[in-house]
């Protein structure tokens, strides 16, 4: 049997490893939306906003579609191969990204990577939930959200690159392909899956449906209207806030995706960092501890959404993407660790794979209706308002689920 002290290093090696993964995850997607004007300009076929909203949806709905098999395919195979095959396979669409050269071309390639992109995030916060139970669990999860911000924070400077005459969008895409496709080989080598979790004392008897089982779970209902709600204005955010502010402030593509990015990213990386750890230490006393975080970070949404949306400077408009992004990371390191204590180990990338397919189904439907709505002249405040008020509604979802208490015994590494 591994030392304990060995097998908490190697569940913090884990989150290491896994760093630069989600890094790259987020950094291949976020480089579309700051590089929205090279890659118009150098595909004329895209005609309008409802069009480039379709592209952006592209990726979510085959995502979101994926999502649920690549958790149980987790699940059931093991999320080491899992997790480093969606590597290679998503950096390789990244290649093939920078050399697409019509608007149809773009969106089999989007597509594309929602495949392959949508069998990491299940298999990755299954396996650090599993490395981590008990009182670190929020932690490790949030320091792997901090490659996400990070990635999408890279992402922002992505317009510089696309305007550089030197290198432009198609050599970023190139580059970042072959990255990935370098770093899964030495990932597979390091990475181990841990023993299989054990089941909490009165689920000994598995139910064989995990769909059935979990669908048929209240507290996992909430959770996954929960996890979808927010995540509508989180992604309009992230794809469309550099187009706002270019516009809006008559900014340049570089100066309008550092500032659309750079500081929302960075706030979120933040709050993951402290929702975390106040997650983990408000476990100690409650049971609804990351519920109670959760639903802080929701809170800062509310004013957030309605600066953004009635920002008449640049600065007002940085400082509400600010407060958002706090309240993001709050938010999001948390989804993981309240699932863990609804359902079983066994299912947890399962589950939230079905969180993702509902969420980022209706997240594409968001882009495009933003595009939409935008190309009917709709007033920022009107849709803005609209998502602070979906983002009250969400606080009184989260507070209404019921968790268990989780076991404080750590896995043990294979």
Request: glycine share 10%.
């Amino acid at each position: 049997m591994t030392p304990p002290s060995n097998t908490a290093r190697y569940a913090w090696f884990v989150v290491a490893l896994l760093f630069p993964v989600a890094l790259l995850n987020y950094l291949d997607r976020q480089m579309l939306a700051t590089m929205k004007a090279s890659m118009v300009g150098d595909i004329p076929s895209i005609a309008n906003k409802a069009d480039w909203g379709l592209i952006l949806g592209m990726f979510k709905w085959t995502y979101a579609v994926l999502s649920p098999f690549a958790g149980y395919v987790a699940d059931k195979v093991g999320k080491r191969y899992v997790i480093t095959a969606s590597l290679f396979v998503w950096s390789v669409v990244t290649w093939w990204t920078g050399h697409t050269t019509t608007f149809h071309e773009l969106m089999v390639a989007r597509a594309c990577m929602g495949v392959s992109e949508a069998f990491y995030i299940p298999a990755a916060l299954a396996l650090i939930a599993d490395y981590h139970p008990g009182l670190t669990r929020s932690r490790a999860v949030g320091v792997h959200q901090t490659g996400i911000y990070l990635g999408q924070i890279l992402g922002g400077f992505a317009g510089y690159i696309a305007d550089s005459p030197d290198h432009g969008w198609r050599w970023a895409f190139s580059t970042c392909g072959m990255i990935g496709v370098l770093y899964a080989l030495p990932l597979l080598a390091a990475l181990r899956n841990p023993a299989q979790p054990k089941s909490e004392p009165d689920e000994s008897k598995p139910d064989a449906n995990v769909f059935r089982a979990l669908l048929g779970n209240r507290n996992f209902l909430l959770l996954v209207l929960y996890f979808t709600l927010p995540a509508i204005a989180g992604w309009v955010v992230r794809d469309w806030m550099p187009e706002i502010l270019r516009e809006k402030f008559h900014l340049g593509q570089g100066k309008a995706g550092v500032s659309a990015i750079l500081y929302v990213q960075i706030a979120s990386l933040v709050g993951a960092l402290l929702g975390g750890a106040l997650a983990d230490r408000w476990m100690r006393t409650t049971s609804r501890g990351r519920i109670f975080t959760s639903a802080i970070g929701m809170m800062m949404f509310l004013p957030a959404l309605f600066s953004v949306g009635n920002a008449g400077t640049l600065t007002v408009a940085i400082v509400g993407l600010i407060i958002f992004g706090l309240g993001w990371g709050f938010f999001d390191c948390n989804n993981m660790p309240i699932l863990c204590q609804i359902a079983r180990p066994e299912w947890r990338a399962t589950g939230y794979g079905i969180m993702n397919l509902v969420s980022i189904s209706c997240g594409g439907f968001g882009d495009w209706a933003f595009g939409s709505l935008r190309d009917r002249h709709v007033p920022l405040n009107v849709i803005f308002g609209v998502f602070a008020g979906v983002a009250l509604l969400s606080v009184f979802i989260v507070l209404m689920i019921k968790p268990r208490e989780e076991p404080r015994i750590a896995a043990i590494p294979a």
